[in-house]
């Protein structure tokens, strides 16, 4: 059985979605958790999200783009859960730069200061599915050619192959996990910018209708968050990762309009409408989407445990509860 | 026939190697030429590559990174041969952060400058086939896997891809050509930062013994400086080219000792030796390498003309000339 008791873990996004789930699944464990996080209001901080375990954990408010901060923080840690990113596709093709210095600029000044201050940290780094663009073929392996489809992409692989070239050259530990939709209690859902599933969330706790682009056929995958944070964990304790990328994956597949009935079933109220798509969306749309996760499975033995149902119910009852700390009306 | 006459072409990298080599070909078409280059010491530009054209072409000198000098260059061309680059590998791994800005980084602020104030403008990028990695198969054609060895290849192939997002999207009309060796008068010859062929070149006119690392039987491909030129005019005037990527490449494979005896034979006085490979050259080394440039052959009909014993006696008779241009003793 995994144990991360007693190790020192930093994790940058740790005020996120996916951050702070991990947070608290390694602070069950008694592990020494510091969270590095820039609170930027576009991205997924939220101080909420750690509500429950604020004095178990140790927050740094920077941006992973300072590298003193950045140096000092990975000094004599024992793993780095490398989460902070820009994520909103929309946002890296209006603001290209910004988005290059995040997901890329950033992550080479973080490696570089663990090459200088800290070579035997192990490096676990939050990389996307985006990356293949749209499928040659489903469900998508880790060898489907890359070809990102937007800026975003393009920066994000980038910085999933320093953390490989890290590792091949300067032997410090690093592997990548290729996240698919992730969803769950702190996901931001004030508006689209992680997951189009965050803003259908909240217009179906608002009782206002879901609205889907296109015909809603395009299939999916989805994993509920501590299915993720369970992939990272596993991933961060093998050193049979290092120097790898896997994917992360659903045994369920699903089409939007199908998803968006499934959600109306369990919030009885609501309902959804298709809608064209819009322009700008449409240019970046990959159609259909799921990965195969064999990969993982195999040689991590990692598979996703919630199904959708419990996932979406669970999701939904935590933002019922605590509507008021993610959006205001 | 291709005619460049009285079109306005921009050109980054303008004084360095290929840049130079380029813009006498234009001018030669009665291109209306500007050439921007920022002559930082460590790269290739030298403003005696364009003595004998000084007269017929706009010299601005600014560093590529500088978006205010460049929305004003941009603004008005035809065509952009977009040739400024960082190309040494080592450098990439000693100072990663100038590599990103300038192959990366500064790629995208152009774009974004095109998009803003030339979207009509045709550019050619050139790209490199350093993006290959270590070949799963020879010869490398496009479809070959991306496995870039260093940073300089992951920053180079976010530049490419940028350049074939922003022709996607925006219809902004760009391609790129991956060279692969290009040798030629004009190379950076002092040290080994371009190619290992410049310091031969210059060892060999010094009379000193030229080092090979390794047994010297790698493969290798060369396009006299000619050839490339011809490949980048002939993309830049086709519209088949839009969106795409061609290999460069020879007809000539060649392994690095018999490079080394041709030109022996070719300067009598010379000899070489093989000597291990430097740990830090080891780590980044690909081994054989060659290209198939079957798809710029059949889609755009460029072929080298150049065999590689008259390109290096060619080169040769240059630098003997004009040595105390390119380095000091």
Redesign the interface.
Known sequence: MISYKNRKVLITGGLGFIGSNLARALVAQGAEVTLVDSLNPLYGGNIFNIEDIRDKVTVNVNDVRDPFAMSYLLDGKDYLFNLAGQTSHMDS?ND??TD?DIN??AQ??IL?ACRKVNPTIKIVFASTRQLYGKPDYLPVDEKH??R????NG??K??GE??HL?YN??YGIRACALRLTNTYGPGMRVKDARQTFLGIWLRLLIEGKPIQIFGDGLQLRDFNYVDDCVNALLIAGASDESNGKVYNLGSFEIIGLKDLAELMAHIESSSNYELVPFPPERK??DIGDYYSDFNLIKSELGWEPKINLKEGLKRTLEFYKTNRQHYWSD
Not at 148 to 151: K, L, R, S, T
Request: aromatic letters at 8%; charged letters at 10%; a negative charge.
């Open positions: 093709m290209p730069q290059l890329a600029n080479l000044s570089e050619p890359i990102p489809v937007d800026v393009i920066n692989l980038a192959w320093y070239l091949n050259i240019v970046i």
